[in-house]
């Protein structure tokens, strides 16, 4: 068994240990938790191995042609860090998502090297790692399917379809004219999580907003979902726009959020 792998065998066996067996109790102190700040680094260590259009789902997103194996190692350290607090703890549903999307990464990378085949099996660290998706999968079965409209705009796979028609929404909502829009994000494993906006405009105050709907009722649900307030009812924010600097159209002044990373900003041939 090579270093690497061992290195991922190390950090999953903490995620397993700990979060299966650690102790449950939830504890009340003021202190500031440091796992936060661990979940933090180790969350974007991973992150940045890949391309920045593909961080909806790092399990099956692209590395970047400057990643390299130490960064890969590094960001191996920073997960073996985070401390599951006991059984269904949100931190080990988190790291084992980190371990995954490194396995993902070391794979890509082996196969950049010449290392392994690219019709090599992706690598797996975790025995039941195959099995909870195979449980999260049954469980999405459960979900109504949601069948998609010609005009909605989708990210899915790494693609956003119908592009032009939010940006058209954009150019709308800054001129103050009233139109609307379904966002609609795949996630392969939970379904589709849907966004419904819409742009107002009150000529007595001179005043533009965006209504924002979020729709759950295709997607699965998780407990650090919670995390996300977003989500949790509708929102009406300030404006919508496409910041290039950060790569993503982002609303603004929302209810719950001063800013929200609706979409990544793709382009055709993007390669960071």
Known sequence: ????????????????????????KETTSSVPDPSVQAIKSAGDSVKYLFIQS???????AR???????????????LVS???????????????????????????????????ISPTAKQYNPDKNAGQKETAVKQNQNK???????????????????????????????????????????YDELRGALIYDLQSRYDEKVNQGWIDVKPDLNYFRKLKSD????FNNAPQQCGSISKDKENGYYILKECRTNWEYRLLPIINDHERK
Not at 54 to 60: A, G, P, V
Not at 154 to 162: D, P, Q, R, Y
Not at 173 to 182: C, Y
């Open 81 to 115: 860090r985070i401390k599951p607090k006991g059984k269904g703890d949100a931190n080990t549903f988190f790291g084992l998502g980190l371990v995954m999307a490194i396995a993902n990464a070391q794979k890509q990378l082996d196969i950049r090297n010449g290392k």
């Open 226 to 229: 919670t995390q996300d307030v």
């Open 54 to 60: 593909d961080w909806d789902s790092l399990t099956t």
């Open 1 to 24: 068994m090579t270093k690497k792998k061992r290195v991922l065998w190390l950090v999953l066996l903490v995620f397993i240990t700990f979060g299966t067996y650690g102790c449950a």
């Open 63 to 77: 590395i970047k042609t400057t990643t390299t194996q130490e960064q890969i190692d590094h960001a191996a350290k």
């Open 143 to 185: 979900l109504p399917k949601y069948i998609p409209k010609k005009d909605d705009v989708i990210l899915k796979n790494h693609v956003l379809k119908n592009k032009d028609r939010l940006e058209d929404f954009i150019k709308n909502a800054q001129n103050h004219k009233e139109s609307k829009i379904r966002v609609v994000k």
